[in-house]
T-cell receptor, first 115, second 113 residues
């Protein structure tokens, strides 16, 4: 069974640009989560998508947005990039919550560097 | 708003001894708790979980204890092995203004051979 895959592995941008990060969940998983891990910090919850809809978002500005496609893959878009957006962005997937309390399975992340 | 806290940034343990990693949470709405392990350049890997209706869950060398009254959970690894050296994240899930999972900042475990 293929795990969660994220692309690209590394992304270098400059301030003010826009970044798009992609995630493919484990087959059969309908929920996709995005987290930001800045240097020295834990995982900060960004967004949760399920069945194509945004279900919840963390305490991040609106320039962080995303979507989930019919095949359950997901994109995270970050507009007007700032230096402090430099971080590891992790995507996770899980079975839908109708099956209750499912652990999330993570990809290896996209390292976003803002110059 | 640190709802999940791991107060020890690092822990060093001798091989064969017990490793105890601690985690505190503040929100009583959390009803599911998880531990993840993370190696460098890899995503976190699910290790073990516990529901709020239990106080202990065991899986091989790993045991998680939950003390709801103290809002505290711990992960015991015994015996510790050098391959256990990694960052361990505690996480709590529940409906707190919408369903979410909140992660602690992590504890880096060093197991010395």
């Amino acid at each position: 069974e293929a795990g969660v895959t994220q692309s690209p592995t590394h992304l270098i941008k400059t301030r003010g640009q826009q970044a798009t990060l992609r995630c493919s969940p484990i087959s059969g998983h309908t929920s996709v989560y995005w987290y930001q891990q800045a240097l020295g910090l834990g995982l900060q919850f960004l967004l949760w998508y399920d069945e194509g809809e945004e279900r919840n978002r963390g305490n991040f500005p609106p320039r962080f947005s995303g979507r989930q496609f019919p095949n359950y893959s997901s994109e995270l878009n970050v507009n007007a990039l700032e230096l402090e957006d430099s971080a590891l962005y992790l995507c996770a997937s899980s079975l839908d919550l109708g099956t209750a309390n499912q652990p999330q399975h993570f990809g290896d992340g996209t390292r976003l560097s803002i110059l | 708003d640190q709802q999940v806290k791991q107060n020890s940034p690092s822990l060093s343990v001798q091989e064969g001894r017990i490793s105890i990693l601690n985690c505190d949470y503040t929100n009583s709405m959390f009803d599911y708790f998880l531990w993840y392990k993370k190696y460098p350049a890899e995503g976190p890997t699910f290790l073990i979980s516990i529901s709020s209706i239990k106080d202990k869950n065991e899986d091989g060398r790993f045991t998680v204890f939950l003390n709801k009254s103290a809002k505290h959970l711990s992960l015991h690894i015994v015996p510790s092995q050098p391959g256990d050296s990694a960052v361990y994240f505690c996480a709590a899930s529940g409906y707190t203004g919408g369903f979410k999972t909140i992660f602690g900042a992590g504890t880096r475990l060093f197991v010395k051979a």
